[in-house]
C-alpha cells in the first residue's frame, strides 16, 4: 500500500510547526513536502535585533532541511491550485515550472504587507516582513547617518537623521525603540557637526502605543519610548510620502529619508484564487481547521479564519501565538484524517501574554497575566524567546552577550538594495533581483489590488496599528508568503546616491527593468521605472563599453565616427543579461477577487 502524500504550502510559524508534528507523528508512514521559497525559518520576533546589529542574520534562521526529519523540502512559491485534480502547480527559483500532487494539503502561506492608499508610500516607503527588508533597514540607517556627519547643509542633516515609523504595533514599537538606541551610539561615536541628534518618530491613528496589548504595558512602553527620546504621535498619520519627507495628516511636513511601514498585514492573496467561503481575505475552516466541504484541505495561520470557541461567533486574530498553535492541531488532524494519528480535535487556545522588546534592558510583558516592566520584564522576554526559538538558541544568547560588553559594529555591507525590497511585494522574503526569466504576465496582487483589499474595512486611509499584525514576541504567524502572483512597486533608486534623486530609464534607453527571478518567473510585471544603483552594481547602470550599457563610439551599436556610416548591429536577444529595451507592459491592474481586509 503506497503511502499518503502530505502537501504544506509555506513554512513560517504555523506551515514550520505542522511540518515539525506531521514529522514526528507519521513516522516514515507519509510523504511530507515542504513547499517554501527559502530553506530556512525566519524567527520573525527577534528581526528588529537584526536591523539593529545585535543579532547577525543568521542567528534568527533555522534550516528547514536540518530540523525537519523525513520532510521534503521543495523550493519555489505556488502558482495555482487544482483541487478537483489534487494538484498543486508552482514556479521555482530560476524559473523552473513544476507540479506536486498531494492527499492532503495544508495552506500555512501567511501574510503580505498591508498597503493604504496614501500617494507615495507604495514608493517612497520600505516594508518590515522579511530578512532582506531587514538587512536594507540596516544599512541605509547607517549611511543616513555617515551622509549626515558629512553634510554642509542643516537641513539635509535633520532630514537624514530624521526617521519615521508608521505603527505603533509591535513591531514598529520595536523598530523604533531599537532604532533610537542604534543611531545614538553611531552619534556619540562620531558626533554631527550641527550638533544634532537622531529623531525617531512613531506615527499611529490610534490613541495608544500598542493598543493591542493591556494598558499597564501599553503605558510603560510609552513612557520609555519618550524617555529614549522617540517622538511618539498618536492619532497622527502620513497624509503623502514624497522623496524628500512626508506630509502627516495634520498638515506638518517632516523632512526624511526613511519611512518604515509597520502598518500591519493582509492574508497571502493565494487563497483568494480557491473561490472558496473567505472572511475578510482568511479562508473559512471549522474548528478543526478543515475546509467544510474539502476533506483533504487544511489551513491554519494567518490566512485561516479560524472560529474562536472561547469567544463564539468571532475568530481568532491573525496573532503570532495563534499561529503557532495553529500548526500543532492541523498536524495532529490531519494525521487523524489519514489514520496516523489519534482522535481529531478542536483548536481551543488560553492566552499566555505577550511580551515587547524595548532594547536594552527595558521591555514590557505580562506572562500569565502577571503585569512587568524593566528589567524584569526584559529577563522574562529574552528567556521567552530562547525557549520559543526552534535553534540557534546560544548563538543568540551568545550574541547578546557580546552586545552587553562590546560596542556595536555599524558598517554598511551593502548587500540589499533599495529597489529590491519594495513595499508593494508579496515577497518580502525574497529580494529582487535584476533579469530573471520571465513568463507570463497574470499577476494578481500589486498597487491596485492591494489597495483594494485592504481599504475594504471601512478603515480609511492612514489607519495604523492594526490589531491583525502578528504579536511580536510570541511564535507566531509565518512570513512565508506563496502566491500567484505579485504587485510590481515602482522602485525608487537610493536616496542617498551620489546624485541624490530617483532616476529612471527612459522608454527605449535600453535599461533593463528590474524584478526577481521568483516574480518573472510566475509572470509578474517588472516596474515601470527602475531606480538607479549604484553603477557597476548588481542591476545598476553597466559599465560604458559593457554589453547593456552605452556601447563606444566606432563600436557596434555605439555612435559612429564622424564621417562614417553608422555600422549595422545584429539584433541582440533580450536575456537576463541583457534585457530588452524599453518599459515592460504593466499588467498589475486592480483585481476585484483580491478584496478583503482582516
Known amino acids: 500500500m503506497s503511502r499518503p502524500r502530505i502537501l504544506i504550502v509555506g513554512a513560517g510559524f504555523a ?14 508512514r ?20 537584526v536591523a539593529a546589529g545585535i543579532l547577525e542574520p543568521r542567528r534568527v534562521t533555522v534550516s528547514l532541511s536540518d530540523s525537519l526529519p523525513d520532510v521534503r523540502l521543495v523550493l519555489g512559491e505556488a502558482d495555482r491550485i487544482d483541487l ?18 498531494y492527499d492532503r494539503l495544508v495552506l500555512a502561506a501567511g501574510s503580505v504587507n498591508k498597503l493604504l492608499p496614501i500617494p507615495g508610500v507604495a514608493e517612497h516607503a520600505h516594508g518590515f516582513r522579511g530578512l532582506p527588508e531587514a538587512l536594507y533597514l540596516r544599512d541605509h540607517v547607517t549611511r543616513q547617518v555617515e551622509l549626515a556627519a558629512s553634510a554642509d547643509d542643516p537641513k539635509a542633516c535633520a532630514a537624514r537623521c530624521t526617521f519615521v515609523v508608521v505603527g505603533a504595533g509591535y513591531t514598529g514599537t520595536e523598530v523604533a525603540a531599537h532604532g533610537q538606541m542604534f543611531t545614538d551610539a553611531q552619534v556619540r561615536k562620531h558626533p554631527l557637526r550641527q550638533g544634532m541628534r537622531p529623531r525617531w518618530m512613531l506615527l499611529d491613528v490610534a490613541s495608544r502605543v500598542l493598543p493591542e496589548m493591556d494598558e499597564k504595558l501599553s503605558a510603560t512602553a510609552d513612557r520609555v519610548l519618550r524617555q529614549r527620546g522617540v517622538d511618539v504621535r498618536m492619532g497622527t498619520s502620513v497624509k503623502e510620502a514624497t522623496h524628500d519627507g512626508v506630509v502627516l495628516t495634520d498638515g506638518e511636513f517632516v523632512g526624511t529619508r526613511t519611512l518604515v511601514w509597520c502598518v500591519g498585514v493582509r492574508p497571502d492573496p493565494l487563497v483568494e484564487s480557491l473561490g472558496l467561503p473567505m472572511e475578510k481575505g482568511r479562508l473559512l475552516v471549522d474548528p478543526h481547521l478543515q475546509v467544510p466541504g474539502r476533506p483533504e484541505l487544511f489551513a491554519c495561520g494567518d490566512v485561516a479564519a479560524v472560529p474562536d470557541l472561547e469567544n463564539p461567533g468571532s475568530y481568532t486574530p491573525m496573532t503570532a501565538q495563534h499561529a503557532w498553535r495553529h500548526g500543532k492541531i492541523a498536524a495532529e488532524n490531519v494525521a487523524a484524517s489519514l489514520g496516523l494519528g489519534g482522535a481529531r480535535k478542536p483548536y481551543r487556545h488560553r492566552d499566555l501574554g505577550f511580551v515587547v522588546d524595548l532594547g536594552g ?8 497575566g502577571v503585569t512587568l516592566s524593566g528589567v524584569p520584564a526584559g529577563a522574562v522576554t529574552r528567556g521567552y524567546h ?12 551568545a550574541d547578546w552577550l557580546l552586545d552587553a560588553v562590546l560596542p556595536r559594529q555599524a558598517v554598511q555591507l551593502g548587500l540589499v538594495r533599495s529597489w529590491s525590497v519594495p513595499l508593494d511585494t508579496s515577497s518580502p522574503e525574497v529580494a529582487r533581483v535584476p533579469g530573471g526569466p520571465g513568463r507570463r504576465a497574470d499577476a494578481r496582487s500589486g498597487p491596485g489590488a492591494a489597495l483594494a483589499a485592504d481599504t475594504d474595512d471601512g478603515g480609511g486611509p492612514g489607519r495604523a496599528g492594526s490589531p491583525d499584525e502578528p504579536a511580536k514576541g510570541q511564535p507566531g504567524s509565518g512570513t512565508t508568503q506563496v502566491r500567484p502572483g505579485s504587485g510590481a512597486a515602482q522602485p525608487r533608486s537610493e536616496p542617498e546616491t551620489a546624485k541624490g534623486r530617483p532616476l529612471a530609464g527612459p522608454p527605449g534607453s535600453g535599461r533593463g527593468q528590474l524584478r526577481s527571478e521568483s516574480e518573472t518567473a510566475k509572470g509578474r510585471p517588472a516596474a515601470a521605472t527602475a531606480g538607479e544603483p549604484a553603477k557597476n552594481q548588481p542591476g545598476g547602470e553597466p559599465a560604458k563599453n559593457q554589453p547593456g550599457g552605452e556601447p563606444a563610439k566606432n563600436q557596434p551599436g555605439g555612435e559612429p565616427a564622424r564621417n562614417q556610416p553608422a555600422p549595422a548591429s545584429p539584433p541582440r536577444p533580450p536575456g537576463p543579461d541583457h534585457p530588452a529595451p524599453g518599459p515592460v507592459k504593466r499588467t498589475d491592474a486592480p483585481d476585484d477577487s483580491a478584496k478583503g481586509d482582516s
Open 15 to 28: 506551515g514550520y510547526r505542522t511540518a515539525r508534528t506531521l514529522s514526528r507523528l507519521t513516522r516514515g
Open 30 to 49: 507519509a510523504h511530507i513536502t515542504l513547499l517554501n521559497p527559502t530553506d530556512y525559518f525566519l524567527y520573525l520576533p527577534l528581526l528588529p535585533q
Open 84 to 101: 478537483d485534480d489534487g494538484t498543486l502547480h508552482y514556479t521555482g527559483p530560476e524559473g523552473e515550472e513544476g507540479s506536486l500532487s
Open 361 to 368: 534592558a527595558k521591555a514590557a510583558a505580562n506572562p500569565l
Open 386 to 397: 530562547l525557549a520559543a526559538m526552534p535553534g540557534n538558541r546560544v548563538r543568540v544568547a
